[in-house]
Structures are given as structure tokens and as C-alpha cells.
């Protein structure tokens, strides 16, 4: 296995996909409890609420949620323009670079006045798109760590695989997908105590859990590249 795999099992690996649930769960608490009710990571309530805005007499507050949504596909945008420009270069780290950001833009975030909060949806907005992007899949299965409608989706058809065929890999996916839809939500859940607790500055706890990641990814790929050799 060349280091691009080595890499790759390594960031498949479903202690990260846990981890980087927790982070998802928890910013996505902190900008809809902190920074205005904002979703960071689910745009499809952020676009709702565009629209229930618009039709209730309020552009004001719609605009509200536009630049998210905007940063949002930046952060997509940026994620696959480093991936096309690593694609390729076993040699090259870049999710840990994409972590090392995700840290750098979260930290950031935590000492945003209230008077930025616009700015601080935006720079969690995109830290959420180049984590989904980034990381795609969890033990082989395509999942999301931001956000968990499309982890549901597959959880639940893999679990029907099982029910119908005793296939034992659908049961494992199953669990893959269910387990990381428990931290997401235990870190929303988290996030309303720390939210109190901290206000502004509960994102860093979330910096600190990527952080975790980072060093999770790291010594993750060391381990198999040890075990391969």
C-alpha cells in the first residue's frame, strides 16, 4: 500500500469519523445558540429559513442567512480546488493541512465580537464545508460529519440490506453510520452546556477536538504505514 492509501485508510477510519462528528454536532450548536440561529453546517435550514423570512415580511432578517449559505459553497469550493491541486502527491498531507485551517479559522472564530457575527457564521459555515468535503467516507461508506439527514439515509437502507439478507458487512455499515449520528447529536446536546458556560468561546473547545483529529489522522497513518512495512 502506497502512502496516498496508507492516507486514505487512515481518514476512513471510524474513530475520525466519530471524532469529526463531535466537531459537527457541536458547531452547528454554537452558531444557531450564539451566533444568531444559524445553522453552520445544515444549509437546507438555513435556505428555509430565507425563505420564511421572505414570505413572513422580514428581508431583513433573510439576508440574515444568505452568507453562510455563500461560505458554505466556498468552503466546497476551496476543499476541491486543494484536493485537484494535491490529487496525486502521496507526499502531501492534505486533510491534515485541511485540519490544520479548520483549526486555525474555529480559533478565530472564538474571539469574533458579537458586533462579527455575520463573519463568524461565515468562517464556520466554510470550516463545515471543507470538513464534508474533505472526509467522505467512514470504514468504506460515504457518510458526512457535519451533518446527518444523508448518514440516516444510509444507515437506515443498510440496515434494511441486513433484515432482508443476513449480510453481516450491511449490519457493520449500519452500525458505522449509527454510531456516528449518536456523537453527533451528544455533541449538539454538549454544546448547550459549554454554550452557557463559555458563550462566544465554546468554539474552541470544538478547535480542540479537531485538534484531536489531527493527531488521531496522524498517528492513525504512522501506525499502518508501520504495519505495512
Known amino acids: 500500500m502506497d502512502n496516498a492509501n496508507k492516507r486514505t485508510a487512515a481518514a476512513e477510519a471510524l474513530p475520525l469519523g466519530i471524532i469529526l462528528a ?11 445558540l450564539i451566533r444568531g440561529g444559524v445553522f453552520s453546517s445544515m444549509q437546507t435550514g438555513n435556505m428555509l429559513q430565507v425563505a420564511l423570512k421572505l ?5 431583513l432578517r433573510a439576508l440574515h442567512y444568505i ?10 469550493w476551496a476543499a476541491e480546488a486543494a484536493i485537484s491541486a494535491w490529487k496525486g502527491r502521496g507526499d502531501i498531507p492534505w ?7 479548520e483549526i486555525l479559522l474555529v480559533t478565530v472564530t472564538a474571539f469574533l465580537p458579537e458586533s462579527m457575527e455575520l463573519l463568524a457564521n461565515m468562517l464556520v459555515a466554510f470550516v463545515s464545508a471543507v470538513q464534508v468535503e474533505s472526509f467522505r467516507k467512514v470504514e468504506g461508506n460515504p457518510f458526512a460529519s457535519t451533518m446527518c439527514t444523508g448518514n440516516l439515509r444510509s444507515g437506515s437502507e443498510q440496515l434494511f440490506r441486513y433484515w432482508e439478507t443476513r449480510d453481516k458487512k450491511a449490519l457493520s455499515s449500519a452500525g458505522c453510520y449509527f454510531i456516528v449520528i449518536a456523537a453527533f447529536i451528544a455533541s449538539a ?4 452546556p459549554l454554550c452557557a458556560a463559555l458563550g462566544q468561546k ?8 479537531l485538534l484531536v483529529s489531527l493527531c488521531v489522522l ?6 499502518q504505514a ?3 512495512a
Open 22 to 32: 463531535l466537531s459537527g454536532g457541536l458547531l452547528d450548536a454554537y452558531t444557531y
Open 55 to 59: 414570505m413572513q415580511g422580514e428581508p
Open 67 to 76: 452568507p453562510p449559505i455563500l461560505a458554505f459553497a466556498m468552503g466546497i
Open 95 to 101: 486533510r491534515q493541512l485541511t485540519l490544520g485551517v
Open 189 to 192: 446536546a454538549a454544546g448547550v
Open 202 to 209: 465554546a468554539c474552541l473547545v470544538c478547535a480542540g477536538i
Open 218 to 223: 496522524t498517528l492513525t497513518g504512522k501506525k
Open 226 to 228: 508501520e504495519t505495512a
